[in-house]
């Protein structure tokens, strides 16, 4: 995808969807943390929770690239994940709404 | 210190301790990150209390080694970082107790 060029324009709506969606997700595991952290009652409930957070941490460390040429999968992996919809999105140009629905069919399929 | 030999009751004695030790030190770590998790505010403070576990998990991997050619050191261990007191050790032979001692004020020299 190194093909696609973006716009000023587009770079500053893919950076502020970008950190919208990293955001919500954020608040979410901010948000099951605190859960757990209440419910943990023995020591290996401390361990748990540590694996739960190096398993986020990786994925969101994986899944948070922002590279020009990495984004449309980006965003199509964030609207599959429901942190961000199209929506947020909007000004992009539409053959980039359309390979982020194209990507978001074939997983669907 | 493989020349200490423990007997059938100090074995006893010595595994309620260590157990009491981690228990303890636990229930202080749980404490600790569940005023963390309260005060997350940003994404950064999630990494935050990861990087709190992962260090703390280190640390009580590494100091509850239950063998009983290290059992003196970990013991002195536990009293100097007041997870232990000389009262949950009561029932071991006099010199081991003393070897304890024995650290415990090298270490505070």
Chains 1, 2 share one sequence.
Do not use: Q
Request: aromatic share 12%; charged share 40%.
């Amino acid at each position: 995808m190194n093909d696609i060029k973006w716009s000023k324009g587009e770079k500053k709506i893919a950076r502020a969807a970008f950190e919208k969606a990293y955001k919500r997700e954020c608040a979410d595991i901010i948000k099951k943390l605190r859960a757990k952290a209440k419910e943990i009652k023995e020591p290996d409930g401390i361990w748990g929770l540590h694996d739960f957070l190096t398993e986020k941490r990786e994925e969101i460390d994986e899944k948070y690239d922002y590279r020009y040429s990495r984004l449309i999968l980006v965003f199509a992996m964030l609207v599959k994940g429901g942190w961000l919809d199209f929506n947020d999105l909007k000004g992009l140009a539409e053959n980039k709404i359309e390979r982020i629905e194209s990507l978001l069919s074939f997983w669907n399929e």
